[in-house]
Structures are given as structure tokens and as C-alpha cells.
């Protein structure tokens, strides 16, 4: 459907058109509950393991806090969009109101950005319990643990909310928005003006700020973590050999995914052999074995 465009601004309430699905007749329920599975699963899976958490003390742990975040991301993202495509696909209604849609195309910004910060997050708990095993109790305490975590949400909401709030006083001259769920971009794409400053902040600054605190996340743990390796002898033993090379591999991006899995498999091994061998673990994880592996 072409976009209806007009000589002067839309004035409130300003109803959408969403593009959508081009949905064959008779198809429109099938997709409906296929949806609908979809959204069970995704409710039921994250509900499940948020509950176990909260429920069982033993849980309270940093990691599984951190993946509580994780599941309310998750959930934040499948609710913003899955219910408004089951209404298309039962109803055929791809209309949408000015403020749902902004909520949804928010709720889809502040998913992507939230699981990117709250990500960073478990990345230097990670480091911690790797590089400071022994202090990681006292540096990963409850209270720093949940102020990482508030500061992740923080930083998320601030950074969404600027990019949203260049919608303010932006005059709209179309109502189709091309696409099958609403985001920040095919909404000005709508506007009677050009946007600059949102596009330059949209597609380069937020990226390039979540992307740079990913990578020095990434860099500064890895490396970090690959350097005490290779200088503490105490330390060449089997599980961080096999730990130092894949995070040495995770480095050449042209051999990242084959390799981390591999040496993956091998850690696995590793451990396999430890906990069901204990006693022959020497004789059989041997120096030769290992770099043979």
C-alpha cells in the first residue's frame, strides 16, 4: 500500500497503517496459532525461570540475578509485538494508534538496548569471578550487584529516550508505516521534514556508544583474563590452557565460530573427566592429550 502523504500536517488522533504481513486468505488463523505457541512458550519459558530464581534462595547469585534481567528483556520484547501481530493475523487490523505505536517502537529500542547493557554487566561479573576468585565475594556484593544492574536500565532508558525524544513537536504527513511492527525510524520516515539529527544519532552515536562499551568489555576482560594465564605457571593447567585458547581464538573473527566451539567441546571433555574420573584424571588429561585436543 502506498503512503498517503498530505500538503499540510496530521492533526491528533493520528491513527497508522501498519504494511504488514501480505497474509493469503484462510492463512490469517493458522498464523494466529502459530503466534499464539509462540507467545505461550516465550511467557511460560521466562516465567518459569524468573520464578525458580526468586523462589529458591540458593539462586540469589549474581549470574542467575543477571539472567532474571535477561528474561525481563526478553519478556519486554516478545509482549511489545507478538499480541499486536496476533490481532493482525485473526482480525486483519493493521491499524495503530499514535501513542501505541511510539510504546511499542520504544518498548523494541529499550529490549535491544537493555539486553546490550545488562550483557556488559554479566560480562565484568564473569571477569571478576575469573581474574579476583577469591575476592569475588567481596567485589561482587549484593549492593554493587544491583547498582550495576539499576545503571544498565539507567543508561538503556537514557539512551532510548533521547533517540525518542526527537519525536517532540515533529510534524507527520503520512500514515502507512512500512514495516510489520513499529520502530523509530519508519515513524520519521512519516515526517514532513527532513531529521538529521535523529538519524545521525539513531544509526551512528547509539551504536557506536553500545558497540565501544561492548568492545572494551569484550578487550579489557579477555584480555585481561588470557594475559594472567599465559604468565602464572599455577595457572597451565588443562581447564585454563583450554580457557586462555578460546579466548585467543574469540579474537580472529574469521575463525570465531567454528573454534569456539571446538574448544569448547574440549573443556567439556575436560570437565567430564574430572568429575566422573577424579582419581585418573592426571593419567588421562595428560600435557600430550591436552594439546593433541
Known amino acids: 500500500m502506498e503512503n498517503i502523504t498530505r500538503l499540510t500536517p496530521l492533526k491528533q488522533p493520528i491513527v497508522f497503517e501498519l504494511e504488514g504481513f501480505d497474509v493469503p486468505p484462510g492463512y490469517g488463523s493458522l498464523l494466529f496459532i502459530l503466534v ?6 516465550i511467557l511460560m519459558g521466562n516465567g518459569v525461570v524468573a520464578l525458580v530464581i526468586i523462589i529458591d534462595k540458593n539462586l540469589h547469585r549474581p549470574m542467575f540475578v543477571l539472567v532474571c534481567h535477561l528474561v525481563t528483556c526478553d519478556l519486554l520484547g516478545g509482549t511489545a509485538v507478538l499480541p499486536h501481530l496476533m490481532v493482525q ?3 486483519g487490523q493493521k491499524k495503530i494508534a499514535y501513542a501505541s505505536a511510539l510504546a511499542q517502537a520504544f ?3 529499550m529490549y535491544a538496548g537493555a539486553l546490550q547493557t545488562v550483557q556488559g554487566v554479566m560480562a565484568y561479573d564473569r571477569y571478576v569471578a575469573v581474574c579476583e576468585p577469591l575476592r569475588y565475594p567481596t567485589i561482587m556484593t549484593a549492593a554493587r550487584l544491583h547498582t550495576s544492574c539499576a545503571l544498565a536500565w539507567i543508561v538503556a ?6 533517540l525518542f525524544s526527537f519525536h517532540i513537536n515533529v510534524p507527520l504527513c503520512g500514515t502507512t508505516i512500512k514495516h510489520i511492527f513499529c520502530t523509530n525510524r519508519p515513524i520519521l520516515r512519516l515526517a514532513c521534514i527532513p531529521t538529521p539529527i535523529s538519524d545521525i544519532y539513531g544509526y551512528g552515536a547509539l551504536f557506536f556508544i553500545l558497540a565501544l562499551i ?9 584480555g585481561v583474563v588470557a594475559f594472567v594465564i599465559i604468565i602464572d605457571k599455577n595457572l597451565h593447567r588443562p581447564m585454563k590452557e583450554a580457557y586462555a585458547s578460546a579466548i585467543a581464538h574469540a579474537f580472529c573473527l574469521h575463525m570465531y565460530g567454528s573454534v569456539l566451539q571446538t574448544i569448547q567441546g574440549v573443556m567439556a571433555y575436560d570437565r567430564f573427566v574430572a568429575i566422573c574420573e577424579p582419581l585418573r584424571y592426571p593419567t588421562i588429561m595428560t600435557s600430550a592429550r591436552l594439546h593433541t585436543s
Open 36 to 41: 499464539l505457541i509462540n507467545f505461550t512458550v
Open 89 to 91: 493475523f485473526l482480525m
Open 107 to 109: 518498548s523494541l529500542h
Open 157 to 162: 532508558f537514557a539512551l532510548i529516550g533521547v
Open 214 to 222: 561492548n568492545y572494551i568489555v569484550v578487550l579489557l576482560g579477555n
